[in-house]
């Protein structure tokens, strides 16, 4: 069965600071990856995903994620956080063999100073 | 977007009781719906996936008979926790395929005295 770890459980920024998220997941076959986020107080939304095609995905708020086959990584980042991205966020994957269900990472709080 | 309701936000009962859990899809149909369940600093787990018409499938080390699931309609399901105990305290999350993207739930919070 596939699993995701994420590298960072909290991660503390200041305003402008550069951000990345690790992830890795095991899974030695085709993956779907996913990117979600979790602001205080609302249910989780989807900032972006890779399904096929150009392993550089751009994602919504200027987040983007990098897909490396080599490494089974989808590392998230942002070149300058805003207080506002203070959230959690999870790395999910999914496979057809595991019927297309979301497998989670453990999560990463991401608090930012303003 | 497609949006999914969970209600209640919050519920508080007795060891020993059930409660029931509702996930609805407002603005879009769905055949599946998924059950997570997510403890503090952990990783949401998948408990099951509910299938309109038909059984749901639980995953492994989920109990059907603690946790059942119903799946209504084409825009509801149901989770209740039956003969609730302290240990079935958790965040219990919903979430909806659609359009290739899963949407999900705001959550509800159990807490079993």
């Known amino acids: 069965a596939q699993s995701v770890s994420q590298h960072n459980h909290h991660v503390i920024l200041s305003e402008a600071a550069s951000l990345e998220l690790g992830c890795n997941y095991s899974?030695?076959?085709?993956?779907?990856l996913f990117w979600y986020v979790q602001y205080p107080g609302q249910h989780l939304q989807l900032l972006l995903k890779y399904f096929s095609g150009d392993p550089l995905v751009k994602g919504i708020k200027g987040f983007e994620a990098e897909f490396i086959k080599s490494k089974f990584s989808f590392n998230l980042r942002k070149p300058s956080v805003q207080w506002s991205d203070t959230a959690e966020y999870f790395c999910?994957?999914?496979?057809?063999?595991?019927?297309?269900?979301?497998?989670f990472g453990a999560g990463t709080i991401l608090r930012v100073k303003s | 977007g497609a949006v999914v309701s969970q209600h209640p936000s919050r519920v508080i009962c007795k060891s020993g009781t059930s409660v029931k859990i509702e996930c609805r899809s407002l603005?879009?149909?769905?055949?599946?719906m998924f059950w997570y369940r997510q403890f503090p600093k952990q990783s949401l787990m998948l408990m099951a996936t509910s299938n309109e018409g038909s059984k749901a499938t639980y995953e492994q080390g989920v109990e059907k008979d603690k946790f059942l699931i119903n799946h209504a309609s084409l825009t509801l399901s149901t989770l209740t926790v039956t003969s609730a105990h302290p240990e079935d305290s958790s965040f219990y999350i919903c979430?909806?395929?659609?359009?290739?993207?899963?949407?999900f739930g705001p959550g509800t919070r159990l807490t079993v005295l």
């Open positions: 899974y030695g076959g085709t993956v779907n």
């Open positions: 979430s909806a395929p659609y359009d290739n993207e899963q949407f």
């Open positions: 999910a994957v999914s496979t057809m063999e595991y019927g297309n269900k979301l497998v």
């Open positions: 603005d879009f149909q769905a055949t599946t």
